[in-house]
């Protein structure tokens, strides 16, 4: 495909020399990183203004008594503490969400960096959730 590229990037910082973009995708990345706030604010930015973001992240709720009854939901916690925990605060500022992170402070996350839409479908998927995001709250799934 000559319309397809992918770019290996700090996503804290992207850069002023970042393409914009109709499509970005992560994939149970976000809440691993030192500061996923910065990240997301970065994809916002360099998405198109009708483009799409794509989310796969841990189907959780950001209330741990909520997530009792979660299929994996003990392994998920204790891969967090031994992985995700460690990784997301080896750097200044690290947030330190881990995967149990939830999806209450994920969809505040995604507008304070400036997404007008969110929708978390499950699409059969026991682990994760999927978060699609725009800018536009007009969006068509809306």
Request: one cysteine or more; a negative charge.
């Amino acid at each position: 495909l000559r319309n397809v590229s992918f770019e290996v990037r700090n996503c804290a910082n992207l850069g002023d020399d970042c393409p914009h973009f109709d499509y970005i995708t992560t994939f149970d990345a976000v809440h691993d990183q030192t500061r996923p706030d910065l990240g997301l604010a970065e994809i916002c930015r360099v998405l198109r203004p009708d483009g799409v973001y794509s989310m796969i992240d841990v189907a959780a709720s950001s209330h741990p008594e909520n997530n009792t009854e979660l299929p994996l939901g003990t392994y998920v916690a204790a891969a967090s503490l031994i992985h995700c925990m460690p990784v997301a605060l080896n750097g200044p500022g690290g947030m330190g969400l881990g995967n149990m992170w939830g999806w209450e402070l994920a969809r505040k996350m995604l507008g304070k960096a400036g997404f007008s839409f969110v929708d978390i479908k499950l699409n059969g998927d026991l682990t994760n959730y999927h978060y699609i995001s725009a800018k536009s709250a007009d969006y068509p799934w809306n």
